[in-house]
């Protein structure tokens, strides 16, 4: 059973501490700043999986969310570097912020999925197969997934000619 505030460290030494109780509520702390937040990612894609299980795979996430920090920081100021002086007006900068948010927070919880399955290796199978959780699974990666890639390609083709349109520029 994951304990109340368990302690953790990152490979990059990061000190923090953990604690997935229960459904309604996450704590991640780091040094003195509490970050208290829902656990939605782990209600869909832990759905119908036994208490231990859930919790186990959901530390494991919250964890991921560590020690990925730096791939989302990096992440976070390429997004905020590629659209720097290219938007003009209060709502290009909005819509830039809002799909900058929006593909970045779809990226770090792909990629704190994924820390949450090489640490729990062939176990981490083991339990969707004896609990299959198909539609949630589906939602997590599937939907995750098509936010980072269309927020990505939206993002970087704002500013562009035919701004906000996926479509390839006009040829006149």
């Known amino acids: 059973m994951v304990k109340k505030l ?5 490979w990059y030494g990061l000190s923090g501490e953990i604690s997935v109780e229960n ?3 996450h704590l991640v702390k780091v040094g003195p700043v509490p ?3 829902p656990p939605l990612v782990n209600l869909v894609l832990r759905k119908g ?3 231990e299980e859930r919790l186990r795979l959901s530390f494991l996430h919250e964890f991921g969310h560590l020690q990925t920090f730096p791939l989302a920081f990096l992440l976070a100021g390429l997004l905020l570097v590629s659209g720097h002086r290219r938007h003009r007006g209060l709502r290009a900068l909005l ?3 809002v799909a900058g948010a929006i593909a970045h927070e779809a990226v770090w919880e792909l990629s704190s999925e994924a820390y949450a399955i090489a640490m729990a290796g062939l176990e981490y199978r083991r339990i969707y197969r004896r609990y299959p959780n198909r539609l949630g699974r589906f939602f997590f990666w599937g939907g995750r997934a098509t936010l980072a890639t269309f ?3 939206w993002f970087r083709h704002s500013g562009k000619p035919n ?3 996926l479509a390839p520029p006009s040829v006149v």
């Open 49 to 51: 999986l036994p208490h």
């Open 35 to 37: 970050l208290p937040h």
């Open 163 to 165: 701004s906000g349109s």
């Open 6 to 10: 368990q302690r953790v460290r990152s």
């Open 151 to 153: 927020a990505s390609l």
């Open 95 to 97: 819509k830039h912020i």
């Open 23 to 25: 459904r309604l509520w």
